[in-house]
């Protein structure tokens, strides 16, 4: 099944936008499948899980497996997410960032992060509001240690395809004067959004990297 899904998806999605395969709440025999139909990246949502993840898989058996961090991250956990992690999409604070900083500067690494972006309807999204990012970026130099790779959002929650296009829209048009506005900062080209439900949407407003679970590993329980 989970090839697959994979197959048909693979065969959809553009060239040249990146398929997150989002595992969180799936065991590790899962991932090894999607692993072994050629998938690579993996996105993780809750610390624990991914430690535990990565602690149960045999690296050399899995080259070129990458984790990324999608979900809420306490600055109490980043020890258990940032070294093995190749992206952190989902920095939602000053304060995180600032954490993330220190933790780049005490272990000699650089970090590569996503900014969440606050776009959907729901008071209760985590994310940066559009003017926090211009701030932010204006201040990138105060974070030696973070490369600052693109945006990430999600869509307001609604099966009405009008409101989720304006949204991605919105994000997408954030993106284009962000990277205008900051032609320094090379890396930042990313623009995560799009999920199982709303990914062609998304690829439709710029996407260059989707998180898709339940469309390639079924629900979660
Ligand atoms: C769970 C999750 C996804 C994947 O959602 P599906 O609807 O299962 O594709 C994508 N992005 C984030 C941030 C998530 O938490």
């Known amino acids: 099944m989970i090839a697959e899904n994979l197959k048909a998806l693979k065969a959809q999605i553009p060239q040249g936008v990146e398929l997150v395969a989002v595992s969180k709440f799936h065991p590790l025999e899962n991932i090894i499948e999607a692993y072994e139909a050629g998938q690579r990246v993996f996105g993780e949502s809750r610390p624990q899980e991914l430690a535990e993840k990565v602690g149960q898989a045999d690296a050399s058996k899995c080259p070129g497996l990458e984790w990324h961090f999608i979900g809420h991250l306490q600055t109490n956990k980043l020890k258990m997410v940032l070294p093995y992690v190749s992206l952190v999409q989902s920095v939602d604070s000053v304060h995180l960032l600032q954490e993330i900083q220190k933790w780049g500067k ?7 992060v996503l900014l969440e972006v606050h776009i959907g309807a729901e008071e209760t999204k985590q994310g940066f509001h559009e003017e926090e990012v211009i701030d932010l970026l204006f201040d990138s130099e105060k974070y030696p240690n973070i490369r600052f790779c693109g945006l990430m959002a999600m869509a307001s929650h609604t099966d009405d395809e009008s409101v ?3 949204d991605f829209e919105r994000v997408d048009g954030l993106m284009a004067y962000l990277v205008d506005l900051f032609p320094e900062l090379s890396d930042f080209n990313q623009l995560s959004i799009g999920m199982s439900d709303d990914w062609q949407i998304a690829v439709r407003h ?9 469309a390639i590993f079924g629900s979660r329980n």
């Open 164 to 166: 989720i296009d304006a």
């Open 106 to 112: 005490a272990n000699d690494k650089t970090v590569s």
């Open 206 to 214: 710029g996407a260059t990297m989707v998180r898709i679970g339940t």
